[in-house]
Structures are given as C-alpha cells and as structure tokens.
Nanobody, 125 residues
Framework: QVQLVESGGGLVQAGDSLRLSCAASERTFSSYSMGWFRQAPGKERECVAAISWSGGTTYYADSVKGRFTISKDNTKNTVYLQMNSLKPEDTAVYYC??????????????????WGQGTQVTVSS
C-alpha cells in the first residue's frame, strides 16, 4: 500500500507560481511512475503531467506545456509539480497518483492504483 500526501496548494494571483509536492510512504517509490491530475468543479479529472519511474520520460497536457514541470526525487520519495504563469483556468483540486503499470496507461486516471487526498489550487484573476 502506497500512501501519498500532497502539499503546496493555495490561493495565488494570475501569473504567480506554486510548487506542489507529493511525498510517498513506499520505499520502492523509485519503481513507480507518477502523475499529477486536477479536477475542477463539474469537470472530469484530467492528467496534467506524468513522469516515468526513472524520471527519464515525461508527459504534459497541452494546456500546461511550457508552464508546468514535473520532477521526481527518488532519494526523497517525492514528486513535484512546479507551476509557473498560473491562470484562473488552472484552478482545481490537484491530486498526485502512483502506478507501476505500463507508461502508455499513465495519461488516464484508470491507470493509477494509488492516490493522494488532493490539494486545492485557486488562481484569481
């Protein structure tokens, strides 16, 4: 069982930056691919970024490409999401998730087995 705890959310203004962190309890964290998802009210949960178990491969949704950066520190069992140039449409609850499934499945919520509790990000205009 992998426990994931997100932190770093908050209320910011458009154009500001935030860094989300997700700490994992599992000592075999290095073997998991990780994803960051977000869900706004009335919308489906969407993958904004994912990183392979080694950190060598990443994926970004078109809506965040060039603004968000996902990274993974296997020595700290932590995955990060650096969010720059935030926009009001980035407002959502952000979740991190872990999987040891195939990389091709990591863009979909169904590809993940473990989830954090979520952290709220609110961007005011």
């Amino acid at each position: 069982q992998v426990q994931l705890v997100e932190s770093g959310g908050g209320l910011v203004q458009a154009g500001d930056s935030l860094r989300l962190s997700c700490a994992a309890s599992e000592r075999t964290f290095s073997s998991y691919s990780m994803g960051w998802f977000r869900q706004a009210p009335g919308k489906e949960r969407e993958c904004v970024a994912a990183i392979s178990w080694s950190g060598g491969t990443t994926y970004y949704a078109d809506s965040v490409k060039g603004r968000f950066t996902i990274s993974k520190d296997n020595t700290k069992n932590t995955v990060y999401l650096q969010m720059n140039s935030l926009k009001p449409e980035d407002t959502a609850v952000y979740y991190c998730a872990a999987t040891n499934s195939f990389w091709s499945l990591t863009r979909s919520a169904s590809g993940y087995k473990y989830w954090g509790q979520g952290t709220q990000v609110t961007v005011s205009s």
